[in-house]
T-cell receptor, first 113, second 115 residues
């Protein structure tokens, strides 16, 4: 089992550019979560999916953020246009039964300059 | 609704000393409880979890935690700290059957080990 795979590990982009973060969940996990981690705000849940359907996107900061899950093995988090305040580490996590815990990916460190 | 409070955003202990990281929760149903550890530049790893079996739970790297319903606590301990324990620790709670999907995380405690 390769675990939750995120790409890229690091991303540096200029303000105004589009950024796409990718996640491959563990096979068989029906739930997928996107989190953002910053020093100031800690770990924030952005959105989660169940069976590829977005269930709760109340944590998405604004319309510049969008997330999709076209199939059970792939999800994207897109920021367009990006801003310096979007700089953070973005984590993807998956689970078959969320009440029993999640498996996290290694994260994508995004820097917007 | 569920919530988690971690007392102390930073905890500093000497190498070889007892580690105690505090976590209190609130939950409308009997909860499941978790401790995750995050080493620098890495994702969160599950350290241990309580899912209504034994109240004293043993995890990886010599850590353990005890579920105390009367105190609504799930404190994390390790008898003797090692330099490699320096990391961020997150407590989390879930409500199986409570209608809420997933975990609620605390704000984290940064553990510093003094040589």
């Amino acid at each position: 089992d390769a675990g939750v795979i995120q790409s890229p590990r690091h991303e540096v982009t200029e303000m105004g550019q589009e950024v796409t973060l990718r996640c491959k969940p563990i096979s068989g996990h029906d739930y997928l979560f996107w989190y953002r981690q910053t020093m100031m705000r800690g770990l924030e849940l952005l959105i989660y999916f169940n069976n590829n359907v977005p269930i709760d996107d109340s944590g998405m900061p604004e319309d510049r953020f969008s997330a999709k899950m076209p199939n059970a093995s792939f999800s994207t988090l897109k920021i367009q246009p990006s801003e310096p305040r979007d700089s953070a580490v973005y984590f993807c996590a998956s689970s078959s039964q969320p009440a029993y815990g999640y498996t996290f990916g290694s994260g994508t460190r995004l820097t917007v300059v | 609704a569920q919530s988690v409070t971690q007392l102390g955003s930073h905890v500093s202990v000497s190498e070889g000393a007892l580690v105690l990281l505090r976590c209190n929760y609130s939950s409308s149903v009997p909860p499941y409880l978790f401790w995750y550890v995050q080493y620098p530049n890495q994702g969160l790893q599950l350290l241990l979890k309580y899912t209504s079996a034994a109240t004293l739970v043993k995890g990886i790297n010599g850590f353990e935690a005890e579920f105390k319903k009367s105190e609504t606590s799930f404190h994390l301990t390790k008898p003797s700290a090692h330099m490699s324990d320096a990391a961020e620790y997150f407590c989390a709670v879930s409500e199986p059957g409570g209608g809420a999907d997933g975990l609620t995380f605390g704000k984290g405690t940064h553990l510093i080990i003094q040589p």
